[in-house]
């Protein structure tokens, strides 16, 4: 007989967003099992959030995956490119923060 939502009791998800989830999980597992891994980490990066692409940016083990997220960061991720450029100036990964930054100061 509560009017209010209990702050100690875990949140509860729905059923059908959990299956949703186990399917996705499981497409996930089998894409990287059965594709190029480096092909399925290009498709996720798309719709990964600010963090993740940052991360990529930074330590990703593919050069094409390192590449593809320094061209998705935006302003808000500017000291990550300037600290890829301080890093590794003359590197291709340095030269494309460079050209990163450069586009976003216009």
Same mark, same amino acid.
């Given at each position: 007989?509560?009017?209010?939502?209990?702050?100690?009791?875990?949140?509860?998800?729905?059923?059908?967003?959990?299956?949703?989830?186990?399917?996705?999980?499981?497409?996930?597992?089998?894409?990287?099992?059965?594709?190029?891994?480096?092909?399925? !980490? /290009?498709?996720?990066?798309?719709? +990964?959030?600010?963090? #993740?692409?940052?991360? *990529?940016? @930074?330590?990703?083990?593919?050069?094409?995956?390192?590449?593809?997220?320094?061209?998705?960061?935006?302003?808000?991720?500017?000291?990550?490119?300037?600290? !890829? /450029?301080?890093?590794?100036?003359? +590197?291709?990964?340095? #030269?494309?923060?460079? *050209?990163? @930054?450069?586009?976003?100061?216009?």
């Amino acid at each position: 007989m509560g009017c209010c939502d209990d702050p100690t009791e875990l949140p509860r998800m729905d059923r059908r967003e959990l299956i949703r989830l186990q399917e996705q999980y499981g497409d996930l597992v089998r894409d990287l099992f059965t594709e190029d891994p480096e092909k399925v !980490i /290009l498709k996720l990066l798309n719709t +990964s959030n600010a963090y #993740l692409t940052e991360l *990529a940016a @930074l330590r990703a083990h593919h050069a094409a995956v390192r590449l593809k997220a320094i061209d998705l960061l935006e302003k808000p991720s500017k000291p990550v490119l300037q600290q !890829i /450029l301080q890093k590794e100036p003359g +590197s291709t990964f340095g #030269l494309a923060a460079k *050209a990163r @930054l450069d586009v976003l100061a216009l």
